[in-house]
C-alpha cells in the first residue's frame, strides 16, 4: 500500500513537469519564434553612420583665378568616330600624349591624341569590358618608377550597381611607334564599393603623392568625393571611405596635377580650380575654398577635363553624339 502510493506520487510529478515544460516551450516559441524563420530573432546589427565634412565657403562667392588664359586654343579631333569622349590624362612617359576613351556601349578601348587632336594610335584593353567608363587618370602605381593609366567604370545612371571599377595598368613606351594599335594584356582590376549605396559619378583622380583614388559622384547640386588609400585590393572589393560633400551640381570630370598641389572639379557648365597651399593633402584641400577657373563655355556637353603633363595648362573634352554637326573638339587652356 505505502509503495503504490509513493509509486503514484512520483508518476504525477513527473507528468506534471513534463506538462510544465511543454508550456513553457510552447509560449517562448510563440513569443520568440523558432530561431532562424524570424527576424525578430536576429540581434541587429548597428552600421556606422555614414559621415562627410562640409566646407563652410560659400560657393556663390567664389574669385576666378588668373593663372590660366580666359580663351582656350581649340582643336577638333581628326577621328571623327570619337561621339562620346568622357576623360583625358596626359601621358608622363609619352611626351604631348594624352589618353582619350568614349563611355558606355563601346569598345575596351583607350585613343592616343595629342593638343592638335591627331589621331596618336589605340590602346585594346584586353581582359576588361567597358560597362561605363567616364573618366582617366595617369598617377604612379604599384611599381617605383612606373607610370599607371588609370580607367574609371564608374558611370551608373539608375545608381544600381554594387560595386565600381577601377582599371589600372602601366603605361606602354610609344617611342618610335606610328599610329599603334596595342593590346594591353596585363590590367589591375580594383574594385570599390560606396559606404552609402549605389550611385552615379564621372570623375576619377589619383593623387600622385600618395597613390590615393578618389572618385567625385555626380548629383544634383551635390558632389559627395570618395577615397580609396593606397595600396587598393585587387582581389577583394574596398569600401571607399567619404571625404567631403560639395556643393557643386554634377560634376562631370576632375584631376590632380602632377605635383599634387592643384585640383581641378568640372561640370558642363564651369570649373573649379584649388591651389594648395604648403603641406596640404587632397583630402584636407577639398575642404579650402577654390576659385572658378577658365571655361568658354564652348562644348555642347563638356566632361573630360586634365592638367597638361608639363603643368603648361589643362584640357577639356565634350561629347557630341546629341548634338549632330558639331565636332569633337579637345581645349587647351594655357598657363600665363
Known amino acids: ?199 552615379n559619378a564621372e570623375t576619377l583622380m589619383v593623387d600622385p603623392q600618395t597613390k590615393d583614388i578618389y572618385i567625385a559622384s555626380k548629383e544634383s547640386n551635390t558632389s559627395k568625393i570618395y577615397v580609396a588609400h593606397y595600396p587598393q585590393n585587387t582581389s577583394a572589393g574596398t569600401v571607399m571611405t567619404p571625404v567631403v560633400k560639395l556643393l557643386f551640381n554634377k560634376a562631370t570630370g576632375g584631376d590632380i596635377s602632377p605635383d599634387g598641389t592643384e585640383i581641378l572639379l568640372r561640370s558642363k557648365e564651369l570649373v573649379w580650380y584649388w591651389k594648395l597651399s604648403d603641406g596640404t593633402g587632397i583630402s584636407a584641400g577639398l575642404l579650402t575654398k577654390p576659385d572658378h577657373a577658365p571655361y568658354a563655355s564652348n562644348e555642347p556637353q563638356g566632361e573630360g577635363i586634365g592638367f597638361a603633363a608639363d603643368g603648361s595648362g589643362y584640357f577639356t573634352t565634350t561629347e557630341v553624339r546629341d548634338y549632330p554637326g558639331n565636332p569633337a573638339t579637345i581645349s587647351f587652356y594655357k598657363r600665363k
Request: contains cysteine; aromatic residues 10%.
Open 1 to 199: 500500500m505505502t509503495t503504490r502510493f509513493y509509486k503514484n506520487i512520483i508518476t504525477s510529478f513527473i507528468k506534471s513537469g513534463l506538462f510544465c515544460f511543454l508550456l513553457l516551450f510552447l509560449f517562448s516559441c510563440k513569443k520568440g519564434g523558432i530561431a532562424g524563420n524570424n527576424s525578430s530573432d536576429t540581434i541587429p546589427v548597428k552600421t556606422q553612420p555614414v559621415v562627410f565634412l562640409t566646407p563652410t565657403y560659400d560657393p556663390l562667392s567664389l574669385d576666378t583665378t588668373t593663372a590660366f588664359n580666359s580663351a582656350p586654343v581649340v582643336k577638333n579631333l581628326s577621328r571623327t568616330d570619337l561621339v562620346e569622349i568622357s576623360g583625358v590624362a596626359a601621358s608622363r612617359v609619352n611626351p604631348g600624349i594624352l589618353y582619350i576613351h568614349n563611355d558606355s556601349g563601346n569598345l575596351n578601348q583607350v585613343y592616343l591624341t595629342d593638343g592638335t587632336g591627331a589621331d596618336k594610335g589605340t590602346l585594346n584593353l584586353v581582359p576588361v569590358s567597358n560597362r561605363d567608363w567616364e573618366d582617366i587618370a595617369v598617377g604612379p602605381g604599384p611599381v617605383g618608377g612606373k607610370s599607371y593609366v588609370y580607367v574609371a567604370d564608374i558611370g551608373d545612371n539608375d545608381s544600381k550597381y554594387k560595386s565600381i571599377f577601377i582599371y589600372r595598368f602601366v603605361e606602354p613606351d610609344l617611342a618610335g611607334k606610328i599610329k599603334p594599335v596595342l593590346n594591353i594584356d596585363t590590367v589591375d582590376k580594383i574594385e570599390l564599393k560606396y559606404p552609402d549605396g549605389p550611385r
